[in-house]
Nanobody, 126 residues
Framework: QVQLVESGGGSVQAGGSLRLSCAASRYTTTTSRMAWFRQFPGKEREGVAVIYTRGSRTYYADSVKGRFTISQDNAKYTLYLQMNSLKPEDTAIYYC???????????????????WGQGTQVTVSS
């Protein structure tokens, strides 16, 4: 089992920045990818950004490109999401997710990740 614990959420004014962290209880040599998702009230979770462990390829949702940066520190088993130029429409619960099995699914697919954190609230006021 792997535990994922997010932190760093909070309230910020539009234009501000936050950095989310996701501490994993362990990584493995087979860790395939880790990602950030977010969920708006009454909506399904949507992919925000992903990083592939080998090669560090990253992909982003169009809505956050140029504003958010995903990164990882393998030595600390920690995933990050630097969020700049935040907008009110970024207000959501943010979740980190881990795919250890190499599901091979499109990175935005929720079902492609075995482990999820509990979520952290991000609120952006105008």
């Amino acid at each position: 089992q792997v535990q994922l614990v997010e932190s760093g959420g909070g309230s910020v004014q539009a234009g501000g920045s936050l950095r989310l962290s996701c501490a994993a209880s362990r990584y493995t040599t087979t860790t395939s990818r880790m990602a950030w998702f977010r969920q708006f009230p009454g909506k399904e979770r949507e992919g925000v950004a992903v990083i592939y462990t080998r090669g560090s390829r990253t992909y982003y949702a169009d809505s956050v490109k140029g504003r958010f940066t995903i990164s990882q520190d393998n030595a600390k088993y920690t995933l990050y999401l630097q969020m700049n130029s935040l907008k009110p429409e970024d207000t959501a619960i943010y979740y980190c997710a881990a795919d250890f099995a190499g599901a091979g699914t499109t990175w935005t697919r929720v079902g492609g990740y075995e482990y999820w954190g509990q979520g952290t609230q991000v609120t952006v006021s105008s």
